[in-house]
């Protein structure tokens, strides 16, 4: 199936093709014809099948916007600018002066804002008896690789590791490709917390809009919430949505799906 223009669907119904075109104001069914036919024959038809053709013709528009939805989410909404400036400061894991991601957080963070995030350990490396593992990340369109030694809990690379050891490495390194995307990367930079840009400010137009979806929200005016965002510009979106804290976005995500 796929749209011809702007008001042309084409169908499949019970082995056979049709051109349906769609009234300009909705998505109800206006004419049928045979593929490569110029004769509309829906005076023809019993309304049984046209009510069965407008249900298809309802259901891949709807599919249609919900993949339109889906794509803006993840590619237009989630940039590195964005994903750099989440707190990650209580799912930080320490040892032996070492800062970690808590790869489960990490992992659970990346599939709520990118379902169809992938993960991949590539082939381990020796380097005499020690061992480095890889670990690429494909998100928000883009993949990227992070590597890592097997090591002890002195932070020394660890001689002929075991199994055990093998995968503590790979696990840290999962969370360390995430954080390339943006997510908990100022940890390995040996920072606290993260860059937040200087022209977000608490007195910012965008930061009282990010309030109003906030607080629309909390009172159960989702639509009311996506409304207010829609007339914006796409970097004005961006940064109202880097505002938003966690259970807001999935509230909106939620409805975008519906």
Request: neutral net charge; aromatic residues 8%.
């Amino acid at each position: 199936m796929g749209i011809k223009n702007k008001t042309w669907l084409t169908i499949n119904f019970k082995e056979d093709t049709f051109d349906v075109k769609l009234s300009n104001e909705s998505n109800v069914i206006q004419d049928i014809r045979s593929v490569d036919s110029e004769i509309n024959i829906v005076g023809i038809l019993d309304k049984k099948i046209i009510y069965a053709m407008q249900e298809m013709v309802d259901a891949e528009m709807n599919h249609k916007q919900y993949m339109q939805d889906k794509k803006f989410i993840k590619e237009s909404i989630m940039q590195y600018k964005e994903l750099r400036q989440i707190n990650v400061s209580q799912h930080i894991e320490k040892k032996n002066g070492l800062s970690y991601l808590s790869w489960s957080w990490a992992v659970d963070q990346i599939l709520q804002l990118d379902d169809g995030a992938t993960w991949e350990y590539l082939e381990p490396k020796q380097f005499g008896e020690s061992m480095m593992v890889f670990c690429k990340v494909t998100a928000f369109g883009k993949s990227r690789t992070a590597q890592l030694p097997v090591m002890d809990f002195r932070n020394q690379a660890i001689p002929n590791p075991n199994a055990y050891q093998v995968n503590t490495a790979m696990q840290r390194c999962l969370a360390k490709a995430i954080s390339l995307h943006g997510i908990g990367l100022y940890i390995y930079a040996g920072e606290d917390l993260p860059i937040v840009d200087q022209d977000v400010m608490t007195d910012h137009p965008l930061k009282l809009i990010a309030e109003e979806v906030t607080n629309q929200i909390k009172l159960g005016n989702t639509k009311s919430a996506r409304e207010r965002c829609e007339n914006l510009s796409q970097e004005d979106k961006l940064g109202v949505w880097s505002l938003l804290n966690a259970k807001t976005k999935l509230a909106l995500k939620k409805y975008l799906v519906a």
